[in-house]
């Protein structure tokens, strides 16, 4: 890693946690020592502070963004997902491709706040229930619908109402003004941050502009570091 990179302590004052890489998994089983159990405690540790920390301001809608545009990160959100519904009783939704969007508009504000006071959406019946209380929203097959940040607001509304719980996965921050807009409107954004490829000034610039317009940064997750092999397991292999 380049004396450029990010990790998440450059990020200072957010959550902390850290999706692992998988290249020394089969290694780290050895010993034992388990990186799928250590992904897991992050895992949960990642959904009882944000969901669950504090009672003057519950959390229910949460945006994943990550800071690279080629950072897959779905599996992520599906994965505090399984485990925000094992932690809980009420209903969980995970919502992903977004498409970009436009920057939102204070003009339609007005317009938004009609949006969600009109109707109940039906996003059950197109969503994939996965378990009791979980459920797959996938992106809505007209992308040019979405394409506003009024109808995008407009959707988060939606999934707000019909799901107790929800995690949406927006559009890289450092691409597409999607991930400020849908934060602007959720309870919050956590930003995914790769050990690798992430670098200091574009997190930076990233988390300027969100306190810029009073989005509230829940946290950071760090991933693809790779841990070195501890000697002694290394002697046993």
Not at 166 to 181: C, N, W
Request: with cysteine; net charge negative.
């Amino acid at each position: 890693m380049s004396a450029e990179a990010l990790s998440a302590h450059d990020l200072a004052g957010t959550l902390e946690w850290e999706a692992s890489s998988t290249e020394s998994m089969d290694s780290c089983r050895h010993g034992g020592w388990n990186l799928d159990d250590f992904a897991r405690e992050q895992l949960l540790g990642l959904v009882r502070q944000v969901f669950f920390s504090s009672a003057d301001r519950r959390v229910r809608q949460v945006v994943f963004s990550a800071v690279d545009p080629e950072k897959e990160i779905l599996s992520l959100c599906r994965q505090v997902g399984e485990v925000l519904s094992l932690e809980t009783e009420g209903s969980v939704a995970v919502m992903g491709g977004f498409p970009h969007i436009l920057k939102v508009q204070k003009a339609e504000t007005e317009v938004v706040k009609k949006e969600l006071r009109d109707g109940d959406g039906q996003l059950r019946q197109v969503a994939t229930q996965v378990r009791a209380n979980l459920w797959w929203i996938p992106k809505d097959g007209e992308e040019n619908e979405l394409r506003s940040a009024t109808a995008l607001h407009a959707r988060l509304g939606q999934v707000r109402r019909e799901f107790e719980y929800s995690i949406i996965e927006a559009p890289s921050a450092a691409e597409s003004h999607a991930a400020m807009a849908m934060s602007q409107f959720a309870d919050g954004i956590i930003l995914v941050l790769s050990a690798r490829y992430t670098r200091r000034a574009v997190a930076r610039k990233i988390k300027e502009s969100l306190e810029g317009t009073k989005a509230r940064i829940l946290g950071t997750v760090l991933s693809d570091r790779v841990f070195p092999l501890p000697e002694a397991i290394y002697r046993r292999l």
